[in-house]
């Protein structure tokens, strides 16, 4: 719901955002009065010890005081139960509630104090039961104390007066075009900067140069840009969420037609196709999943990584000429050798170098398939994820490709940092002169899949029979124009319902637009689709089939949005006015479509069973196009099916089960011969 307004200013959290804490602090506080009370009843009569009669006193008073807190929080609670997310109405009472709640704090500070002048002063000489009890009284005002006031700062929003301001007259809506055009610059530079000094906040441990400051002017006005034209709470969008995966469960169980281009024939030569496609995405991921070095070789061998690294990593490395960058203790460089399987002599160059748009990378001989491998890492830093974050389109061009396009601004930045060091460093010059009959192969996963792509690209006129494999790359990569041009030469591998290639910024718009609408039109309090949606998430069962306003509804009505909808965006919401005139709820994108790179394998999950403490997962593959990666899918594997081992199990266990078929194939021939 639009959010709630106390004290002139807008807060970031609803009205019916007080069922779930206010029905824990009232279990406490019913515990709490419940036990003073015995307590006052078991030594009533008996307080004649040094400090007694304060101790009467202090008990009488705490009683009256928890039995106003009880009284206003059941009230709070209440009425926070009422209305839906959208119907704000019957919760129109609450603000007067949370005047009346936030000012019996003030008794209950001040009993505090009392309470523990009284535990800590040593002429105090009661039942030590007693005492006992009135410190953890003391303690646990103070803690309730505490949490209410980082509570108080997590919902404060620094923009809440200034989008207030625009509806506390009704003269402001009426102002002229140029005094209402430079109040809405100041509102969106002002959120600008607080976007900005968030950023800066979280990237406070990184040394900070011109190229940080930009990124982050560039990200605090795409943050800006993306949340300023709804009204929503955090717990609105994590109920819209929870609405969305079960509406998608309940479409995925239902009939349709297919939505992806497959070949179904067994013995089809797009089939055959794709097998070899798995086999060498399966060995190449090898290279991706080492480029993340020993943080990714520990993650997957916990127990065994750190004696194994010890052991054998200082041995053997190359030259100091060919490592650029800082790693300590050779770790880095001692899991690449354990995850590629490779000689140190294999590698040809290996840069840990970490800045923004500057991603570690390495190149390698492979002799198993005759390659030369450029390795790019993914996102393993705050710096990398600066340069996921720097989403803006910038052109490309290149000679001898017919029609330029856009590409992401950040990744192609990377992109451009590692072909300069592959070229003008003579990288790729001396492992040619190594090996000159060997291909060329770029591989990455995540952003250095995103990167291989960009790369390989830019590669491509100078290594015509190069090879790319983009495993798990963002969405919002190419231009329609570049993703086609680069069919030909790269294969981008997505498993699942993986959230990074699905991540583009229409899809993030398309993603809002669709949480609005459900959240809008569901007809249940926002408290039971959030406690529903933790049950679903957690244990599973049947999606709830909640109730709302489009049932019943029309086709034709289908395509126009409902008030309660308009409600929720900035043009129509009481606490914000026309922040962004031209943003609607069925206004046009204003983000270009980017797509994925390449031809796309999707694996999907088929079937899966349980082995004592193991999963066993069987994977499907299939050709696909970019279409069916045009929304963001909500899941509890959207993180999971993203992750480079995951990746790298589904793609071995297609290329096992691949092999087992190849050799009952061939066994199946013997016989025939015989």
Known sequence: MPGLVVFGRRWAIGSDDFVLPGAFELFVRLVWWIGILALYAVHKGQFNCPGGGLLHSYLLVLLILLASIICALSALVYVSMQGTISNPGPRKSLPKLLYTRLLLYVPEFIWAVVGAVWVSDSSVHCEKTVINVITGTVIASWVIIIFTIIGVVIVFD?????????????????????????????????????????????????????????????????????????????????????????????????????????????????????????????????????????????????????????????????????????????????????????????????????????????????HKKEAIVVAVRGTLSFEDILTDLSADCEDLTLEDVLENGFVHKGITQAANYIYRKLINDGILNQAFTIAPE???????????????????????????????????PPGGLLSKSLADYTKHFIVSVIVGKDLVARLSMPNMEDLKRRIVRIVANCNRPKYQILLRGCWYEVFGGDPDNFPTELDGRNQDALTQPLLAEESLMVRRSPSYNALEDESHLNSPPQYPHLYLPGKIIHIVEESSSRRLCSLDIKYTARWSNETVFSSILISPKMITDHMPDVVLKALNSLSQEHGSCMSCQRRECDTNVV
């Not at 590698?347 to 500057?358: A, D, L, M, T």
């Not at 690209?457 to 798990?472: E, G, H, K, V, Y």
């Open 158 to 366: 620094p923009l809440g007066g200034k989008k207030t301001f625009y509806l506390t007259d009704s003269v402001n809506r009426n102002l002229e075009s140029s005094q209402s055009g430079q109040l809405l610059y100041n509102v969106k530079n002002t959120a600008t900067r607080v976007w900005e000094k968030r950023i800066r906040l979280l990237c406070c441990c990184i040394v900070q140069d011109d190229d940080h400051r930009v990124a982050f002017t560039s990200i605090a006005e795409l943050f800006r840009t993306y949340f300023s034209d709804t009204d929503l709470v955090p717990s609105d969008i994590a109920a819209g969420l929870t609405l969305l995966h079960q509406e998608q469960d309940k479409m995925e169980n239902c009939p349709k037609e297919p939505e992806e281009v497959l070949c179904h024939s067994p013995s089809s030569l797009v089939t055959d196709d794709l097998d070899i496609e798995l086999e060498n995405a399966a060995h190449y991921m090898l290279f991706a999943a080492a480029a993340y070095g020993w943080p990714y070789y520990i993650y997957t061998n916990p127990f065994t990584a750190l004696c194994k690294l010890g052991g054998d990593c200082c041995g053997n490395r190359p030259t100091d000429s060919d490592i650029t960058g800082s790693d300590r203790h050779n770790f880095h460089f001692g899991s690449i050798l354990k995850i590629t399987g490779l000689q140190y002599r294999d590698f040809i160059h290996i840069s840990f170098h970490n800045k923004i748009y500057e991603i570690p990378f390495f190149v390698a001989l492979d």
């Open 438 to 472: 060997y291909k060329l192969v770029v591989v990455g996963h995540s952003l250095g899949g995103g990167t291989a792509s960009i790369l390989a690209i830019m590669l491509r006129n100078s290594f015509p029979t190069l090879r790319c494999f983009a495993f798990s």
